[in-house]
């Protein structure tokens, strides 16, 4: 088992900044990719950002050049900068890890961070 423990959220006002930390414990694999996710009210759960064990980076249009996403393999824990937030921003943000295994892959998730973006 995988356990994430997120931390980091609040409000802030629009133009703002804000960063998410998400420290992983337990059975993590050395081939994974770590990310971040969001799902507003009424909506869908979306990709924010994601890195892989190797820094390779996937960052959802609708942040790029605002958010970056990194990551400290030795502490097990990812970061999310998030700059210049906007009221759309504002979603509960879940952290999320998979472990890429030969078989498969097993996916965990955190129980989520409130992003409050005021106008």
């Known amino acids: 088992q995988v356990q994430l423990v997120e931390s980091g959220g609040g409000l802030v006002q629009a133009g703002g900044s804000l960063r998410l930390s998400c420290a992983a414990s337990?059975?993590?694999?050395?081939?994974?990719?770590m990310g971040w996710y969001r799902q507003a009210p009424g909506k869908q759960r979306e990709l924010v950002a994601t890195?892989?064990?190797?820094?390779?980076?996937n960052i959802s249009d609708s942040v790029k050049g605002r958010f970056t996403i990194s990551r400290d393999n030795a502490k097990n824990t990812v970061y999310l900068q998030m700059n210049s937030l906007a009221p759309e921003d504002t979603a509960l943000y879940y952290c999320?890890?998979?472990?890429?295994?030969?078989?498969?892959?097993?996916?965990?998730w955190g129980q989520g961070t409130q992003v409050t973006v005021s106008s």
């Open positions: 337990g059975s993590i694999y050395s081939i994974n990719t």
């Open positions: 890195i892989t064990s190797g820094d390779s980076t």
């Open positions: 999320n890890l998979k472990n890429r295994r030969n078989w498969g892959t097993q996916d965990y």
